[in-house]
T-cell receptor, first 117, second 110 residues
């Protein structure tokens, strides 16, 4: 079975450029989560969707970040304009439960490593 | 606020030795607790979870964890470390929101 698929795996860009990260959740899962991982801050939940609807975006750092889920099989996380402090690994995860993984399991993708110069 | 604290950002053991990774939680209500593992350049995967059934939870790869309410702890153990256990381990708590600890990197020496 295919797991959560993220692209690109690595992205190097210059400050000010737009970055779009993509995620395909596991088929049949109805919740999707975007996390950011850095050495300083660890794993942070940015936003999560349930049935394609954004439920909680309180973790989105600022207006430069936006996320969409146009259908059940695709989500994007966009940063515009990007800044060096956005450099991190961004993970997408999906779950078959409607909550924030309260009793279930999150399935993570392999992550997108972003470097902003 | 609910949170987890992992004691020790780095733990090193010899192959065959006991693995003990510590996690304490704070929660005002009975929590759901998880241990996830992250191998280099990969995403996280679930090792085990506590959801208020048995207090001793067995997971994959020989790991287990014991929920101790009196100590607000959920430590992860494995009787005998293997080289392939080298990875980063995350404790997480969910009371409506999944919150991860800072992680503990486990090194296994031959």
């Amino acid at each position: 079975d295919a797991g959560v698929i993220q692209s690109p795996r690595h992205e190097v860009t210059e400050m000010g450029q737009e970055v779009t990260l993509r995620c395909k959740p596991i088929s049949g899962h109805n919740s999707l989560f975007w996390y950011r991982q850095t050495m300083m801050r660890g794993l942070e939940l940015l936003i999560y969707f349930n049935n394609n609807v954004p439920i909680d975006d309180s973790g989105m750092p600022e207006d430069r970040f936006s996320a969409k889920m146009p259908n059940a099989s695709f989500s994007t996380l966009k940063i515009q304009p990007s800044e060096p402090r956005d450099s991190a690994v961004y993970f997408c995860a999906s779950s078959s439960e409607s909550g924030l993984g309260s009793t279930g399991e999150l399935f993570f993708g392999e992550g997108s490593r972003l470097t902003v110069l | 606020a609910q949170s987890v604290t992992q004691l020790g950002s780095h733990v090193s053991v010899s192959e065959g030795a006991l693995v003990l990774l510590r996690c304490n939680y704070s929660s005002s209500v009975p929590p759901y607790l998880f241990w996830y593992v992250q191998y280099p350049n990969q995403g996280l995967q679930l090792l085990l979870k506590y959801t208020s059934a048995a207090t001793l939870v067995k997971g994959i790869n020989g790991f287990e964890a014991e929920f101790k309410k009196s100590e607000t702890s959920f430590h992860l153990t494995k009787p005998s470390a293997h080289m392939s256990d080298a990875a980063e381990y995350f404790c997480a708590v969910s009371v409506g929101k999944l919150i991860f600890g800072q992680g503990t990197e486990l090194s296994v020496k031959p």
